[in-house]
C-alpha cells in the first residue's frame, strides 16, 4: 500500500466521483460533458499510438500485445476504448463506486478490463500506455502524482496526459457557465488546481520525461469541442521518455 507521504488521492474529490458513479454511462446525465469531449480525447490518443509506434493509421487494434493504464478511469470511458483497439487494460480510481460501475459496465460489454480502486502508486508493474486525463487537477499532489505516472511507464512507453489550463477564459467556461448552468456537477473544479501548460511541463521533466506533442481543446457553438491550437480552455499533451 502507498504510505501517507506519497498519498495523492483527495478523499473529498473521491466521494465526489464516487456520488456520479451510477449515473457516468448516462450520456445525458451528470457525466455528459464528458461523453462530449471523450470522442475529442480520443482522437488525440489515436494519433499519439500511430505516431509514437509508427503504426498504421487504419488498424484496427493498434495496441495488440501492450498494456495500458488509465488513472482516475472513474466507469471507464476511457479503458473501453482502449480495450477496443486491442490493449491489456487496467483502470485505477479512487472511488470504489467507480470501479464497480466500470466492472459491472465492462462485463456487459463482454471486455476483461482489470480494475482496481486505489492510489496509482501502489500498482505494480509497467504498462506501455499510460492515461490520467482530467485527473491532475484533482490530486493533494501534482508533482508525486506526475512521479507516480512515470514509475509505471515501460521503457519506449507513451504517456497522455489532460487537464484545464489555469486562464481566466476556463473559469468563465468552465465554473461560471458549465457548472453553474448545470453541464457539470457543482463542486467538480477548484479553479486554484488548474496547471499552466509550462507548470505541468515542468513536473514532467522533473520526473525523467518529456512532451512530444500539446494540442488545445476548444469549444464554439459550430464545432462543438475539438481540437485545436487554443490552449486557453483545456490542452491534451503525448509525453515519453526523455
Given at each position: 500500500?502507498?504510505?501517507?507521504?506519497?498519498?495523492?488521492?483527495?478523499?473529498?474529490?473521491?466521494?465526489?466521483?464516487?456520488?456520479?458513479?451510477?449515473?457516468?454511462?448516462?450520456?445525458k446525465g451528470s457525466s455528459a460533458m464528458l461523453h462530449k469531449l471523450n470522442p475529442v480525447r480520443l482522437g488525440f490518443i489515436r494519433h499519439a499510438i500511430d505516431a509514437h509506434w509508427d503504426g498504421d493509421a487504419k488498424a484496427l487494434k493498434p495496441l495488440a500485445g501492450k498494456c495500458a493504464l488509465d488513472v482516475g478511469?472513474?466507469?471507464?470511458?476511457?479503458?473501453?476504448?482502449?480495450?477496443?483497439?486491442?490493449?491489456?487494460?487496467?483502470?485505477?480510481?479512487?472511488?470504489?463506486?467507480?470501479?464497480?460501475?466500470?466492472?459491472?459496465?465492462?462485463?456487459?460489454?463482454?471486455?476483461?478490463?482489470?480494475?482496481?480502486s486505489d492510489e496509482v502508486g501502489a500498482l505494480e508493474g509497467e504498462f506501455n500506455l499510460v492515461t490520467a486525463l482530467e485527473v491532475i487537477?484533482?490530486?493533494?499532489?501534482?508533482?508525486?502524482?506526475?512521479?507516480?505516472?512515470?514509475?509505471?511507464?515501460?521503457?519506449?512507453?507513451?504517456?497522455?496526459?489532460?487537464?484545464?489550463?489555469?486562464?481566466?477564459?476556463?473559469?468563465?467556461?468552465?465554473?461560471?457557465?458549465?457548472?453553474?448552468?448545470?453541464?457539470?456537477?457543482?463542486?467538480?473544479?477548484?479553479?486554484d488546481k488548474f496547471l499552466m501548460?509550462?507548470?505541468?511541463?515542468?513536473l514532467i521533466a522533473t520526473a525523467g520525461l518529456k512532451v512530444v506533442e500539446t494540442r488545445g481543446i476548444s469549444f464554439s457553438p459550430s464545432r462543438g469541442l475539438h481540437l485545436s491550437d487554443d490552449l486557453a480552455l483545456n490542452y491534451i499533451m503525448s509525453v515519453a521518455t526523455a
Amino acid at each position: 500500500m502507498t504510505n501517507a507521504s506519497t498519498a495523492t488521492i483527495n478523499p473529498d474529490e473521491a466521494a465526489h466521483f464516487g456520488a456520479l458513479a451510477q449515473d457516468w454511462w448516462n450520456p445525458k446525465g451528470s457525466s455528459a460533458m464528458l461523453h462530449k469531449l471523450n470522442p475529442v480525447r480520443l482522437g488525440f490518443i489515436r494519433h499519439a499510438i500511430d505516431a509514437h509506434w509508427d503504426g498504421d493509421a487504419k488498424a484496427l487494434k493498434p495496441l495488440a500485445g501492450k498494456c495500458a493504464l488509465d488513472v482516475g478511469c472513474g466507469a471507464g470511458l476511457v479503458c473501453e476504448p482502449l480495450a477496443r483497439l486491442g490493449a491489456d487494460v487496467t483502470g485505477v480510481d479512487a472511488a470504489p463506486e467507480n470501479v464497480a460501475a466500470a466492472q459491472a459496465h465492462a462485463e456487459g460489454q463482454g471486455l476483461p478490463i482489470r480494475y482496481v480502486s486505489d492510489e496509482v502508486g501502489a500498482l505494480e508493474g509497467e504498462f506501455n500506455l499510460v492515461t490520467a486525463l482530467e485527473v491532475i487537477e484533482h490530486v493533494t499532489d501534482p508533482a508525486t502524482f506526475i512521479a507516480q505516472l512515470a514509475a509505471r511507464l515501460a521503457p519506449d512507453g507513451l504517456m497522455i496526459l489532460s487537464t484545464p489550463n489555469r486562464t481566466s477564459q476556463s473559469k468563465l467556461g468552465m465554473i461560471t457557465l458549465a457548472e453553474g448552468l448545470g453541464m457539470i456537477p457543482k463542486g467538480t473544479h477548484d479553479w486554484d488546481k488548474f496547471l499552466m501548460p509550462d507548470e505541468l511541463t515542468a513536473l514532467i521533466a522533473t520526473a525523467g520525461l518529456k512532451v512530444v506533442e500539446t494540442r488545445g481543446i476548444s469549444f464554439s457553438p459550430s464545432r462543438g469541442l475539438h481540437l485545436s491550437d487554443d490552449l486557453a480552455l483545456n490542452y491534451i499533451m503525448s509525453v515519453a521518455t526523455a
